[in-house]
């Protein structure tokens, strides 16, 4: 088995690499997130600019720019295309990092410039990765060669807010993102402290909708805050969200909004209590959840009821 590790990722953090010598396109890697307090801001303005990312061989930065028009093309079927996966054999000897930061945008403290929020891989192609940024980059980048180098994508409808009247998933924090692990470039991520809501990309990532706008839980939700997004891994349609801070009745203290096909129609449930900082909501599958808050608490039958004591151990987030 081959191997690619990434470590997990704060909101101040770069991204850093460690790969064995073995390393080949098919290594693993797991998906971090985070989050932060405070209350949401109005949506922000920024440059739009289009940077590449790190090189590869053990020194930050360089890389070459890039947009939207490398993020693949629609098959014959409608389907998207994803460009195909670069080679991962320039990764550094088994137990060296190396540093893959993109070079980002933001004027605040960051390595490289990017203030990275949240890492997830392609459950098609582990090669190919997705890096999202926080409201200060309102950058996402695609790497399709294990973080060699990289590319900014959100360059289309939807990915960027004009700062008064139109929001973007890249106004916000994408601390919390998820893949379609079925079909190719759909891909649903968050945007805390921007624009808020559920955005969806078809198209790798280029363009978005925000697929909770108009809906019964963003009229409920405080501010349409979406806390994080799971995806049930026995049925890619299925999705829930937590939400980062109270809801009003008759769902309060709190809510969760529950999709079973793939983000166009969705459920409002109450949740077994107040949000709580750094929880969030699980999809184990079908109706199995696991519930991060004040405790850690189970439901077998998709929210209806929770239970504490079926955790052997019990335990806290």
């Avoid at 998820?178 to 470039?185: F, I």
């Avoid at 968050?190 to 697929?211: I, M, N, P, R």
């Avoid at 109450?270 to 808050?293: M, N, Q, R, S, T």
Wanted: hydrophobic share 30%; proline share 6%; charged share 15%.
């Amino acid at each position: 088995m081959s191997r690619l590790w990434f470590p997990i990722l704060t909101l101040t953090s770069g991204l850093v690499s460690a790969c064995g010598q073995d390393s080949i396109p098919d290594g693993k890697m797991a998906a971090a997130s985070a989050g932060q307090a405070g209350t949401p801001p109005t949506g922000t303005s920024g440059s739009t600019n289009v940077s590449g990312g790190s090189a590869s061989g053990g020194t930050s930065g360089g890389g070459t720019s890039g947009g939207g028009a490398s993020a693949g093309d629609q098959g014959a079927a409608g389907a998207y295309v994803l460009p195909p996966v670069g080679s991962c054999d320039q990764l550094p000897a088994a137990g060296v990092w190396e540093n893959v930061t993109p070079k980002g945008m933001s004027t605040r403290p960051a390595v490289n410039g990017t203030v990275a929020s949240g890492i997830i891989s392609d459950p098609l192609e582990p090669g190919r990765l997705w890096l999202g940024t926080s409201a200060e980059n309102r950058e996402i980048w695609r790497s399709d060669n294990c973080g060699s180098t990289w590319t900014q994508i959100n360059t289309g409808p939807g990915g960027i807010g004009n700062g008064t009247t139109v929001g973007g998933v890249g106004d916000g924090n994408q601390w919390s993102m998820q893949a379609d692990p079925e079909v190719a470039g759909t891909l649903y991520a968050t945007s805390g402290y921007g624009a808020q809501g559920l955005w969806k990309t078809t198209d790798g990532g280029t363009s978005w909708k925000d697929v909770l706008l108009n809906t019964e839980y963003a009229r409920v939700a405080a501010y349409r805050f979406v806390n994080n997004v799971s995806l049930d891994p026995t049925n890619r349609q299925h999705l829930v969200v937590s939400t980062h801070g109270a809801c009003a009745e008759p769902y309060a203290p709190n809510c969760i909004g529950e999709t079973k096909d793939g983000g166009n129609t969705w459920t409002t449930l109450k949740a077994p209590e107040e949000w709580v900082e750094g929880g969030g909501l699980i999809i184990v599958k079908d109706g199995l959840w696991l519930w991060c808050g004040t405790s850690l608490m189970v439901t077998p039958d998709g929210g209806k009821s929770w239970d504490k004591a079926a955790l052997e151990g019990g335990g806290s987030c």
